[in-house]
């Protein structure tokens, strides 16, 4: 399964969930992400750089997730996407929805 | 079950359940060892559609009794080509993947295949569902 590390930055939640995010993994991580939107921190920051592998599903649950921050009136963000990850935006144009930022202290910067 | 080497198709065979995604995953590794010179992206863009497909069969093929499935997987000078057959129930493909709502948390995998690769077949044949998906070489 799926390891998550839940953090606090600069008043917005950062997680760094790390392996494979697919179809295994990716309702843990729902799970994950309604827990972070759930604490109440408007800003949600997925960091994406220790994910090896991301499928159809794993990208749902991330879309999942932007929907939940934004239902609560916040917003969620990714960082750090590897050259897989950023393919699988590219293939679905969903970069234009999440769009890939290059690091957690960018994706907080301006927000 | 792996197994590779350079002279015939890789392969496995395994319950269509989703663990059984790692063993693909361990298969298409076993792959990129014995073709060093599959550049990176030929590799994430097959791994993508492999996946999706063996993630479909996985989730989509059992009508309540087990099924299985096979991949045979095989690298040429100018292809890489992976072959699945299972004996779950007839797939509905869709004749076109029609644009999804970008809020959607489904439905995107088999666009995204057919966008990741070159050839994506699926016909059934006694009883079998085959897929074939084949990415030219870069």
Redesign the interface.
């Known amino acids: 399964m799926i390891d998550v590390e839940v953090a606090e930055q600069d008043g917005a939640s950062v997680l760094r969930p790390s392996g494979?995010l697919?179809?295994?993994s990716a309702p843990k991580f729902r799970d994950v992400l309604r827990e972070a939107v759930d604490t109440g921190r408007r800003r949600t920051v997925v960091d994406l750089r220790d994910i090896t592998?991301m499928?159809?599903?794993g990208?749902?649950?991330l879309?999942?997730g932007?929907?939940m921050a934004r239902q609560a009136g916040g917003d969620l963000r990714i960082a750090a996407a590897t050259?897989?990850v950023t393919?699988?935006l590219k293939?679905?144009?969903?970069d234009?929805?999440l769009r890939p930022y290059a690091s957690v202290g960018d994706a907080l910067h301006d927000w | 079950m792996t197994g590779e080497s350079p002279d015939r198709p890789a392969g496995m065979i395994a319950a269509a359940q989703?663990?059984a995604?790692?063993e693909v995953?361990e298969l298409l590794a076993s792959v990129w060892e014995t073709h060093p010179d599959v550049t990176?992206e030929d590799r994430?863009?097959f791994?993508?559609a492999v996946?999706?497909i063996a993630?479909n069969i996985?989730?989509h093929s059992s009508d309540g009794r087990p099924v299985t499935f096979s991949l045979y997987i095989e690298v040429t000078p100018d292809l890489i080509e992976a072959r699945f057959r299972d004996d779950g129930r007839k797939v509905e493909v869709p004749e076109a993947t029609g644009p999804?709502d970008?809020?959607?948390?489904?439905g995107?995998?088999l666009?995204?295949t057919a966008?990741?690769v070159d050839i994506v077949e699926y016909h059934r044949a006694d009883d079998y569902n085959h897929w074939r998906i084949a990415k030219n070489r870069t």
């Open positions: 494979r697919t179809l295994i592998f499928d159809s599903a990208l749902g649950a879309v999942a932007l929907k050259a897989q393919t699988v293939l679905t144009n969903l234009r929805v | 989703p663990p995604l790692e995953h990176p994430i863009l791994e993508i996946v999706e993630g996985a989730t999804v970008e809020m959607a948390e489904s995107r995998g666009a995204m966008d990741a």
